[in-house]
């Protein structure tokens, strides 16, 4: 099945330092991949969706200059967590859709100190 | 109002037996939904399509009820592997959008 790889599965970083979390579609081509982020105990969140070529459609509420998004090819987005704080600490994770439904990302687990 | 509301549980049930939980969802317009299945806060996996017709998977139905805007899970003969979070996900509107997802129940079996 299609498969979406994410890396990395878990960071750790200091405040003021900016991450970046890749989803790469390993045998299909995404042109729309979603990410989501969650809080302990909280639902996945839709943050922004991002279309291959064209700038990523953020959520109310989150800021696109903080959290980056690049999609520059059919196989690979990006999500950049810039001067990341500690209340970003999430579960960051991105879903690309398919023609029978959508495929996961496994992850990634943020944690600023 | 929360766009998808489900009850947090946890349901803590014994193996064998059988358990429904119920979600709501408050776009009248919502065109698709699932249950989704989410183990230790790892990435959710697709459980189940929820049809209006209704169906069934093996020991899982799903049911839809447009009219009152609710989604059901029901899970016969429990299986201790059945221990997760049940994720309640709609698409609000046609199929460009991403999902709305419930905060989850969290199902318990008990041997």
């Known amino acids: 099945g299609a498969v979406v790889s994410q890396h990395p599965s878990w960071v750790i970083c200091k405040s003021g330092t900016s991450v970046k979390i890749e989803c790469r579609s390993l045998?299909?081509?995404?042109?729309?991949m979603f990410w989501y982020r969650q809080f302990p105990k909280q639902s996945l969140m839709l943050m922004a969706t991002?279309?291959?070529?064209?700038?990523?459609?953020?959520e109310q509420g989150v800021e696109k200059d903080k959290f980056l998004i690049n999609h520059a090819s059919l196989t690979l987005s990006t999500l950049t967590v810039t001067s990341a704080h500690p209340e970003d600490s999430s579960f960051y994770i991105c879903?690309?859709?398919?023609?029978?439904?959508?495929?996961f990302g496994s992850g990634t687990r943020l944690t600023v100190v | 109002r929360k766009e998808v509301e489900q009850d947090p549980g946890p349901f803590n049930v014994p193996e064998g037996a059988t358990v429904a939980f119920n979600c709501t969802y408050s776009?009248?317009?919502?065109?698709?939904f699932f249950w989704y299945r989410q183990d230790c806060r790892k990435e959710p996996k697709l459980l189940m399509s929820?049809?209006?017709s209704g169906n069934e998977d093996g020991r899982f139905t799903a049911q839809l009820n447009r009219a009152s805007q609710y989604i059901s899970l029901l899970i016969r003969d429990s299986k201790l592997s059945d221990s997760a979070t049940y994720l309640c996900?709609?698409?609000?509107?046609?199929?460009?959008?991403?999902?709305?997802f419930g905060k989850g129940t969290h199902l318990i079996i008990q041997p």
């Open positions: 929820v049809y209006s």
């Open positions: 045998d299909f081509q995404a042109t729309t």
């Open positions: 996900v709609v698409i609000p509107g046609g199929g460009a959008d991403g999902l709305t």
């Open positions: 991002s279309n291959e070529g064209s700038k990523a459609t953020y």
């Open positions: 879903s690309a859709s398919l023609s029978y439904g959508y495929t």
């Open positions: 776009n009248s317009a919502s065109q698709s």
